[in-house]
């Protein structure tokens, strides 16, 4: 079982800001002249051949009826349901436009509503956009394919989870981040271990195949002990899978984050003790350690494909589904489609604007050059598998990475990971600092090395 070695010293000599690599390049590469015309042809392009890859469909639903002040999502905060009705209409419209490009005999086998909060829309609106969906798209049948939704637990309704789960949704994924209620006060998210664990068991009772619990360290007036005791709850529940995100605070770039004082905040040292907390209990009770910040009970089909060497990674994070070509609907939804990046436009008004006039709202995007797609096999390989083989990449690898490999050196130095000819292998204390080995891959970080984009490892 994938487990890591948390060392202290090291944690904290590679403490820089990094990408965390959902994908490469990063979205930061993105480029506002690969628009629609590049999208419609990729697509097009993307069905031809024996046998074209599966979809994977990704929808962004941003209406919350709250602001969470931590947050860094796209999402729009208002009580004003008429908003999300109108946005419904668009985004159906996206479908039938998307549908329309995809040959219909390929097979949708991952699908997932993201936020946001998804439950901010009525029952009959979730059953209306699967409708659109089935209409437009293929889905595999089976409990196979993963058909995921977030859940915020205070915005489930007595017939939501039965509705999702007729839906054919098999996966949910609850935001809980923290049960102590200072820091639930503080951030502006009172929600009860009660309303969470009714969550879980109803979900478990009707037959949803994994949950998943998110939660984050570094929040205001979280101590050891606070941690400590969410950290036991958690583990009660027994989630499948368990998330825990370094809160990252960028009042510049996330506005609602200027509400939280940072005297109240953990220092840097202090939050390196709750990680090590989360690690170190998680562990005991028998989580695996998937990478960068993900956790699963070794039943999970996340910590068997570790262990069968077929983890994936994309946009919500990692994944069973290898080589789909990733669909993003509703705005700011990013797609991946024939190892292209494309992203929608990330307001309301400039969403409905393009679907109004019958187009597709893709706002920017990457068509990646040879070397960035040998990169992204790099650092999904690493990221995924912590090694690499020399011989899986058809370039003479110590000559063309010369200047990377010697950068290595001084990780192995410090014990991230062993280099010989055949290739690299990361330790066990070099897994929680994945992303500072797959930088050393990463052509465009020093054009962004001076920008705070990034969140750091603690
Ligand atoms: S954290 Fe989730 S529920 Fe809270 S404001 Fe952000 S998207 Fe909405």
Redesign the pocket.
């Known amino acids: 079982m994938a487990q890591i070695a948390f060392d202290r010293a090291l944690i904290e000599k590679y403490d820089v800001a990094g990408p965390r690599y959902t994908s490469y390049p990063t979205a930061l590469q993105f480029d506002p002249g690969v628009g629609e015309t590049d999208y419609r042809r990729i697509a097009c392009e993307s069905n031809v051949g024996v046998t074209p890859p599966d979809l994977s469909l990704y929808f962004h639903l941003p209406f ?1 009826a ?3 002040y ?2 860094a ?1 796209t ?1 729009v ?1 208002t009580r004003d349901r008429e908003l999300a009705a109108t946005y419904l209409d668009r985004l159906v419209r996206e479908v039938e436009l998307q549908g329309a490009l995809y040959d219909r005999r390929r097979r949708v086998t991952q699908l997932h509503w993201g ?3 998804p439950t901010y829309f009525s029952e009959a609106q979730m059953r209306r956009l699967m409708t659109a969906t089935d209409c437009c798209f293929t889905r595999a049948e089976g409990d196979a394919a993963e058909f995921g939704i977030e859940l ?1 637990p205070r915005e489930v309704r007595p017939e939501t989870l039965a509705t999702l789960r007729a839906l054919g949704f098999n996966r949910v994924s609850l ?1 809980v981040q923290d049960f102590d209620p200072a820091v639930q006060k503080a951030v502006n ?1 009172i929600q009860s271990v009660a309303q969470t664990e009714h969550v879980v068991d109803e979900a478990r009772a009707l037959g949803f195949r994994s949950v998943s619990v998110d939660l984050i360290y570094g929040l205001p007036f979280q101590t050891p002990a606070t941690v400590a005791a969410t950290i036991a709850k958690v583990v009660t529940l027994a989630p499948d899978r368990i998330s825990i995100y370094n809160y990252a605070h960028l009042p510049d770039r996330f506005p609602p984050q200027r509400r939280l004082d940072p005297a109240s905040m953990p220092s840097p040292a202090a939050k390196l003790d709750l990680l090590q907390l989360c690690i170190d209990r998680f562990g005991e009770a028998g989580y695996a350690y998937i990478g960068m910040d993900h956790f699963a009970l070794p039943t999970d089909d996340l910590a068997k494909a570790q262990r069968d060497g077929a983890l994936y990674r994309n946009f919500q994070g990692y994944s069973t589904h290898a080589d789909c070509d990733l669909v993003g609907l509703g705005m700011s939804a990013i797609g991946t489609v024939g190892g292209s990046f494309f992203q929608n436009t990330k307001t309301l008004d400039a969403y409905g604007a393009a679907l109004d006039a019958g187009r597709l709202p893709t706002e920017r995007g990457l068509v990646p050059d040879a070397e960035d797609r040998l990169r992204r096999a790099i650092i999904m390989q690493l990221i995924c598998r912590f090694e690499l083989d020399f011989a899986d990449f058809d370039v003479d690898f110590a000559a063309a990475f010369a200047p990377e490999l010697r950068r290595l050196e001084a990780m192995a130095h410090d014990g991230l990971l062993t280099i010989d000819g055949a290739g690299i292998r990361v330790t066990d204390k070099g897994r929680f600092l994945i992303r500072n080995v797959c930088m050393v891959f990463d052509r465009y970080l020093g054009a962004n090395r001076d920008r705070p984009r990034f969140s750091r490892a603690i």
């Open positions: 919350c709250r602001l969470c931590y947050c999502c999402k905060v936020g946001g909060t915020d935001g998210r």
